[in-house]
């Protein structure tokens, strides 16, 4: 197998959107694949690298605080509720195909 990389035209992206409700903050949580490399095998789509792009939306936004290590130690972990809200997905254009 010899995959070749290919030129491809991204056609729809739709995020992953997750909400969280931690305590009486509520958390939006919006991730979206970006590909950046696409390789084909006999036309073919064999591989597709992506990046994330991660967004986060708070109805009670904060300034984060910087890495202590003492606080870090302390602190007390939270489990969140959470719903996912939209699975997402990208959508590319190959060889004049459209994979998902």
């Known amino acids: 197998m010899k995959a070749q990389l290919q030129m491809y035209e991204v056609v729809h992206v739709k995020p992953l959107i997750a ?19 696409v390789a084909t ?3 073919k789509v064999v591989s597709v690298v992506s990046s994330p792009l991660i967004t986060v939306v708070s109805d ?6 910087l890495c202590n290590q003492r606080k870090i130690m302390t602190h007390k972990a939270v489990v969140p509720n959470h719903e996912i ?5 990208t959508e590319i254009m190959v060889n004049n195909k459209k994979k998902p």
């Open 19 to 37: 909400k969280f409700s931690l305590g009486d903050e509520n958390v939006t949580l919006m991730v979206y694949l970006i590909p950046n490399v």
């Open 41 to 43: 095998d006999n036309d």
């Open 60 to 65: 009670k936004p904060k300034m984060g605080e």
């Open 85 to 89: 809200v939209s699975e997402g997905g």
